[in-house]
């Protein structure tokens, strides 16, 4: 008598489903894998994006202000300073770009936030972010998007018969100021001289460094570097992602995630110094 086994022909149901769950659990596993790696592509497209935006901006912006005095014919700041504003959020000055002996009025160069975007003049951009604007007269010219604050601090001589920098002598170091100009003195951000600006230097918390006259009188020939932070974010929020740092930018602490409207954004700060050679020159 022949026996025949249907086990050997076909699936039986419980094998059926049981193939049929595990498949769904592998397209599944497939799905957040492809998922997971689809999200770390699109976040590493925003950093990326988001630092040579920067990049390419804070270069050239560097590399103009370091031209700040230049003047190859001996004779172009007759009437005119070199550097006319030095504060917080914006500097001004003046290079005789084309090398004729005299200032024209495109070889003036601001460079802040967008104006309209930082109504309280503090650097930080009064609704979330706006673009870093290079001016000329009344002509904005925008080099980056997506900057949330810019800060500006410098460092100087004491006076015209004395070439080296000031520095905060009370500490052991003895670091050089990096000052911003307040009631006509120079006021050093970094208030506890460790040579580092930083939330060590905001003693009563407030998310402002409590800044110290240095008791030296603001003269705008007398700079000779330039501290600046630019604080950029993505270009959208990520609402399962939240930013827990602070960032240093100038005299301000930003922390994102005390912002409802900000803390679902990544942040990236960058700070250069900008030795200002055409200085002192005169
Ligand atoms: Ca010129
Ligand atoms: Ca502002
Ligand atoms: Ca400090
Ligand atoms: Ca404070």
């Known amino acids: 008598m022949k026996v025949t086994n249907k086990r050997e022909t076909g699936f039986t149901l419980v094998e059926l489903l049981i193939g049929m769950v595990a498949g769904i659990i592998l397209l599944g596993s497939l799905y957040i894998i492809f998922k997971a790696q689809l999200k770390s592509y699109n976040l590493q497209t925003q ?7 920067i990049r390419i901006a804070i270069g050239s912006m560097a590399k103009e202000i370091r031209m700040a005095g230049y003047n190859p014919k001996g004779t172009a700041f ?10 917080e959020y914006e500097i001004s000055f003046a290079y005789d770009k084309n090398q004729d002996g005299t200032i024209e009025s495109n070889e003036i160069i601001t460079y802040q936030l967008k104006p309209n975007d930082d109504l309280d003049n503090n650097g930080i951009a009064d609704n979330g972010a706006t673009m870093l604007i290079r001016k000329i007269g009344t002509n904005l010219q925008p080099l980056a998007d997506n900057i949330e604050a810019i800060g500006f601090a410098y460092a100087f001589i004491k006076n015209a018969n004395n070439n080296q920098l000031a520095y905060n002598s009370t500490g052991t170091n003895k670091n050089i100021y990096w000052a911003i100009p307040y009631n006509n003195y120079w006021y050093n951000l970094d208030v ?8 060590n230097d905001d003693t009563d ?17 007398n700079i000779r570097a330039v501290k600046i932070w ?19 930018v ?22 250069i110094t900008v030795k200002l050679r055409n200085m002192g020159l005169n």
């Open 205 to 221: 918390n407030d998310n402002i460094i409590n800044i110290a006259n240095t008791g030296i009188p603001i003269s705008y020939n």
């Open 192 to 199: 506890n001289d460790d040579g580092v600006v930083n939330k």
């Open 47 to 53: 950093y990326i994006s988001m630092q040579n935006n």
């Open 230 to 248: 630019i604080l950029v974010r993505s270009e959208h929020p990520d609402n399962s992602f939240i930013d827990n740092n602070s960032y240093v």
């Open 250 to 271: 100038g005299k301000y602490i930003i922390t994102p995630k005390n912002s409802n409207t900000d803390k679902h954004y990544r942040h990236w700060l960058l700070s």
């Open 78 to 87: 007759s009437t005119i300073s070199a550097i006319n504003t030095a504060n």
